[in-house]
């Protein structure tokens, strides 16, 4: 049996604190040595040979995570949605949605959930009703506000592929 010190968690030059002595081990042929930490390997490489699969790991799910998480229009122009957003500020951005202006703190802050929920209705991913509770709720407002029927009165275009209805419920 192998009894060393653990002097790959200190870093001395030597391998050893000052004032401590090593252990020492019965080796081959019976004579006692000194047990040294194997000099091909340094501390650390030791130290490092179990992180990186699970660093890469981790890394790859939140690059996943992350790019999975966006609105459809998040990495590409969307011409017809910005025209829409155009629309809303130019019709309703006078008009408060719990308390915060949607021109100025809504379309053109830095509060990226609106911008990311309007995308959502505006690709029919999200009903009326669904978009109209979620402004509400996370802005402190009500649904029939305003603000939000201001937003819902201004016509989408028409989509491509719009959601069955049975789906928008």
């Known amino acids: ?56 790991r981790s890394l790859a799910l939140l690059l996943v995570a992350a790019t999975t998480a966006c609105a459809p229009d998040a990495w590409r122009p969307d011409s017809r949605f910005d025209a829409f957003l155009d629309q809303v500020q130019d019709r309703c951005g006078n008009l408060d949605v719990g308390g915060r202006r949607i021109g100025a703190n809504l379309i053109q802050g830095p509060d990226s959930y609106f911008l990311d929920l309007t995308s959502r209705y505006f690709h029919r991913e999200i009903s009326r009703e669904n978009y109209a509770d979620a402004l509400a709720g996370t802005f402190s407002s009500d649904p029939g506000s305003a603000g939000i029927r201001c937003i819902l009165a201004v016509p989408r275009s028409s989509d491509p592929m719009p959601m069955p209805p049975a789906l928008l419920q």
């Open 1 to 56: 049996m192998l009894v060393s010190y653990r002097a790959e968690r200190i870093g001395v030059a030597d391998g050893l604190p000052p004032g401590a002595r090593p252990v020492l081990t019965a080796a081959a042929g019976g004579c006692m040595s000194p047990a040294l930490p194997n000099p091909a390997a340094s501390p650390r490489q030791r130290r490092r040979s179990g992180r990186p699969a699970t660093f890469l």
